[in-house]
């Protein structure tokens, strides 16, 4: 059973930083898998942040948090991170990851199969 949990959200100052980390377990050891992180502002829809195939390494970002976040995966912890750095207040959300099972990255949440249950990032003046 695949199951995925996301850490390491919580309150911060804009200029802050801000570290989640997203958890896999339950893949079968010849699946690849893309991990990507979406986030979710109340009255808004979820919006595709950043992804990392393992297959590749190849890596996206959405254009307002580049230079800003980092995507990273460490494969014996079936870990992947997600640093950020530079907060604005427009990056409060929950911040959700989700695994597409033999895909590369993409940025919509329909091609995603797996999802975690989401982490709270808010960032306040």
């Known amino acids: 059973q695949v199951q995925l949990v996301e850490s390491g959200g919580g309150l911060v100052q804009p200029g802050g930083s801000l570290r989640l980390s997203c958890a896999a377990s339950?893949?079968?050891?010849?699946?690849?898998?893309?991990i990507g992180w979406f986030r979710q502002a109340p009255g808004k829809e979820r919006e595709g942040v950043s992804c990392i195939s393992s297959s590749d390494g190849s890596t996206f970002y959405e254009d307002s948090v580049k230079g800003r976040f980092t995507i990273s995966r460490d494969n014996a912890k079936n870990t992947v991170y997600l640093q950020m750095n530079s907060l604005k207040s427009e990056d409060t959300a929950v911040y959700y990851c989700?695994?597409?099972?033999?895909?590369?990255?993409?940025?919509?949440?329909?091609?995603?199969?797996?999802w975690g249950q989401g982490t709270q990032v808010t960032v306040y003046s």
């Open positions: 339950g893949f079968a050891p010849d699946h690849y898998y893309t």
């Open positions: 989700a695994a597409a099972v033999f895909r590369l990255c993409g940025q919509m949440p329909y091609e995603y199969d797996y």
